[in-house]
């Protein structure tokens, strides 16, 4: 007979049982679901103040010049514009993730509300992000740029001028020549009799310097200036367009330029030019000369001695804790430019100093203790204003000075505004325009009385030609000389077809980059692809006389095709270094064990860094620590 200890489970017990799991389950889920929910709405709501900061801060913002910040490193990046958008963008990102909690939180006890406030948030989500998303698409027309990613121009390539190939004649006595660049000098900003787009003219001066000297407007009393052509719309690119007359336009995007270790090096450019005639060149800007690759690119074409924020702090003109607006203010700036005119004046040799300002930086510009309130709550006017005055009287000092006879002054802004709100009533149809000038020129225009169309591409050759050098066929780069007769680009296609062609890819192009590592190890640790790892020192183990050192977290390397070397030294100038391989284990972390003995079992402290060498052989600092040896 069959003795079961166990009663039989009745349909009751399986059914509790059933709904035990199912219930756990669907509590589990809910759990899943809700902090997905949060997590979603926390990051819409990131997403859209970060589009909103973004187009409110780039109100006329264009998806090179996107792909161009994005790359940028955050070295030397102005604090109040980090600051801006911490104050933009976090609080409401962190009010919304507190209310969501609340919110469940409140509801948890009450199933049908709580899946009904699942269900709006996760809707509100999608749909906040998809609006987002299209606008975006829309605004920085990202399908037209993928597509001219994708198509090629030959525009660049049959009008590209090679300064090493043409003649260019100096005369017996060179011209110095003093390049001010102008943070987003716009002709804009005059009035609208002066061929500005406002009222009233926030650049009287530099009005005055334009219609008095050559900007060449011809007959026409209006400010005539350089058009900004794609790839030359914030400072770097301008600088670089202006100076070789090609776009900046480069497969690593921008500011990333200073993870080379050249700059164009197979280009002539200004600089170049200059310095093989026996210029003494310099750069001197208020902010820090590496970002945007401005300090490699000066150095390489030109050698300039580059005299930036770090340089005058090192040298005790400005205090090193000392920092405001990008680094100093012009007023600074203008002060430092005189001494240091006056010192190259003594010198036997020409010279070229070329000036960066930024007081008119947007968000609004900086009010330093030079400037007024002329224009009120208007603050990025009365800035504008205040640079305005400074420009002019630094202008009419070098006009008072003894080489200012044999000197050419170059005026020109970088590139138009990109301040949110100050130029949001101008006209659509009104064609901004780069503020420009030529002062003291060596030659005068061959048809005074012509106004000309042109780009800032136009400026390489024409600052050339106002130093009084003979160009053979007035063109270089992509520009032309404005004193001669000949036709530029602009004036031949069009603003249009000449910003759309530019926007295309270029043979000419990838051959002038094809130097260019996207792969170079500050890139990749820039853009987070280089390999990561965490780097310990376990403590001294007394009986088997090593000092472990662990490698874990490892990232973007897999374990099995790589090695790791550990580097240890006790001595400051390295001179006991020695290298270990560390070795891999089970569970994918590396171990290494130094052997102390080898150091003369010396005390104190042993300095470690650990270095990964890929498939490639191409080695990687993944981190350092410190182990110590006690008594």
């Excluded at 590209?160 to 003649?167: H, S």
């Excluded at 560390?582 to 569970?587: E, G, I, S, T």
Aim: hydrophobic share 35%.
């Amino acid at each position: 007979m069959k003795n079961d200890c166990n009663p039989p489970e009745n349909d009751e017990g399986q059914g509790n049982r059933k709904k035990g799991f199912w219930g756990k389950t669907r509590r589990g889920l809910t759990a899943v679901g809700t902090i997905f929910v949060v997590l979603l709405i926390t990051v819409t709501t990131l997403l859209a103040t970060s589009i909103t900061w973004m187009f409110h801060t780039w109100n006329h913002l264009t998806m090179n010049e996107l792909m161009y910040q994005l790359n940028a490193p955050m070295d030397g990046t102005n604090r109040n514009m980090i600051m801006d958008y911490i104050k933009s963008c976090i609080p409401l990102t962190v009010f919304v993730l507190a209310a969501a909690v609340l919110v469940f939180i409140l509801l948890r006890k009450k199933k049908i509300l709580y899946r009904t406030a699942m269900g709006i948030m996760l809707a509100a989500a999608v749909g906040i992000t998809a609006y987002y998303l299209v606008m975006t698409w829309n605004r920085l027309d990202i399908g037209n740029y993928a597509e001219n990613k994708s198509t090629y121009s030959d525009f660049i390539d049959v009008n590209y001028v090679d300064p090493a190939e043409t003649e260019l004649t100096f005369p017996e006595t060179k011209r110095n020549l003093i390049y001010i660049f102008l943070e987003s000098m716009e002709t804009t900003y005059a009035d609208t009799e002066d061929g500005g787009a406002f009222e009233d003219n926030y650049i009287p001066h530099l009005t005055e310097l334009a219609q008095d000297n050559e900007d060449f407007s011809g007959s026409d009393t209006d400010l005539n200036g350089g058009y900004a052509m794609p790839y030359t719309t914030w400072t770097a690119g301008a600088l670089f367009g202006q100076t070789s007359g090609l776009p900046l336009s480069i497969p690593i995007d921008g500011n990333s330029m200073d993870t080379q270790d050249s700059f164009f090096p197979g280009i002539v450019t200004l600089g170049d030019i200059l310095e093989q005639q026996g210029y003494e060149q310099v750069f001197m800007i208020g902010s820090d000369a590496n970002f945007g690759g401005r300090k490699l690119y000066f150095t390489e074409h030109g050698n300039y001695d580059i005299e930036d924020y770090y340089y005058f702090t090192d040298i005790g003109k400005i205090p090193k804790d000392r920092w405001v607006w990008w680094g100093f203010e012009d007023l600074y700036l203008f002060e430092f430019a005189k001494e240091k005119l006056t010192e190259l004046s003594q010198n036997d040799e020409p010279f070229n100093l070329t000036l960066l300002t930024v007081d008119t930086h947007f968000e609004d510009g900086y009010v330093c203790e030079e400037c007024g309130d002329e224009y009120g709550d208007n603050q990025y006017a009365n800035v504008i204003t205040c640079s305005d005055r400074q420009i002019y009287e630094f202008v009419r000092w070098v006009q008072r000075q003894d080489f200012y006879d044999n000197t050419t002054i170059v005026i020109s802004g970088d590139h138009p505004t990109m301040d949110s709100d100050f130029c949001e009533d101008v006209d659509s149809d009104y064609t901004r325009r780069v503020y420009t000038t030529y002062i003291n020129s060596a030659v005068q225009a061959d048809d005074p009385t012509l106004t000309r169309s042109y780009s800032t591409f136009d400026n390489f050759p024409t600052t050339l030609a106002s130093l009084g050098v003979e160009i053979a066929g007035d063109r270089l780069g992509l520009g032309t000389n404005l004193f001669s007769d000949t036709l530029t680009l602009e004036e031949t296609y069009g603003i249009q077809r000449m910003s759309e062609e530019l926007q295309k890819e270029s043979k000419l192009m990838q051959e002038l980059t094809s130097t260019i590592n996207e792969d170079s190890t500050e890139l990749m640790i820039r853009e987070g692809r280089a390999p990561t790892a965490t780097v310990t020192v376990q403590p001294y183990s007394y009986l088997d006389g090593w000092l472990p050192v662990q490698v874990t977290d490892l990232a973007n390397a897999e374990p099995d095709t790589s090695t790791i070397n550990i580097a240890v030294w006790t001595e400051e100038d390295k001179s006991d270094q020695q290298w270990i391989q560390a070795v891999l284990q089970a569970d994918g972390t590396f171990l290494c064990n130094i052997n102390v003995a080898n150091f003369g079992f010396k005390t104190g402290q042993y300095n470690i860094e650990a270095y990964l060498i890929d498939n490639t052989g191409t080695q990687y600092l993944l981190g350092s620590a410190v182990g110590y040896v006690e008594d």
